[in-house]
């Protein structure tokens, strides 16, 4: 395949984009069918509804063409988000963009649902490679959202069939899961290391230092007095 020299501007979707909606739909059913698994179909209006939500990221080419898109959904009281659908154009591929999108979208998603559990289910090594970058561990599905509208959007996969008979405990899907409580555990963690190494006179307040070194230059000017 040829590679292109596009330059890519990704953002956030808004109203402008909406006319895209089709051609990403035959973006999704394609895609899958090369792969011979994955979701095959999206609902033109659920695309468009998510880019009205601004919960939809969007890459454009340099000519306002399609070149990669990825959207938001919500599980469980938006304790639980999933960066669900992230695709790019063959002919655009091999650029690094689904990184940037990848990233993009998972920024965005920390801004809109700091606490929220972030999670996906993938068969695609590259994504399992960039939402471990990003730091999402596998984990069982069982720790993933339960609810029934999230795994009912996997009927129209062609492995549907074994995730039912597994009783959705497992399928040609890994599931992986980004949890912020994680990770302020491990920024705590890390500060705690870095005080423990710090001497223990620097730990004093700055105002209690000047004021022990102020009661220390009294002292010594009561004995010169003497």
């Not at 501007?9 to 909606?21: C, E, M, R, Y």
Request: hydrophobic share 30%; charged share 30%.
């Amino acid at each position: 395949m040829k590679k292109t020299s596009e330059e890519f501007l990704v953002q956030i979707a808004d109203s402008n984009h909406i006319s895209f909606t089709q051609e990403l739909c035959h973006l999704y059913e394609e895609s899958a069918k090369k792969r011979g698994t994955g979701i095959a179909k999206r609902d033109p209006e659920y695309i468009k509804e998510k880019i009205l939500q601004e919960k939809a990221i969007i890459a454009l080419t340099s000519t306002n063409k399609i070149a990669g898109f990825c959207y938001i959904e919500t599980w469980e009281g938006k304790n639980y988000v999933a960066n669900s659908g992230l695709i790019v154009k063959e002919e655009y591929r091999h650029h690094g963009l689904a990184k940037r999108i990848k990233k993009f979208v998972f920024e965005h998603t920390r801004k809109k649902y700091p606490n929220a559990k972030i999670f996906g289910i993938t068969t695609s090594l590259a994504v399992m490679k960039l939402n471990s970058d990003l730091g999402y561990k596998p984990v069982t599905f069982s720790e993933l959202t339960q609810d029934d509208a999230f795994w009912n959007g996997c009927k129209s996969c062609i492995n549907y069939d074994v995730l039912t008979r597994t009783g959705r405990k497992n399928c040609l899907c890994t599931g992986m899961l980004y949890d912020p409580k994680e990770d302020k555990k491990k920024e705590f963690a890390k500060v705690k290391k870095v005080e423990k190494k710090i001497p223990a006179k620097l730990k004093t307040p700055k105002a209690q230092r000047i004021k022990v070194v102020k009661s220390a230059g009294k002292s010594k000017a009561n004995k010169v007095k003497k």
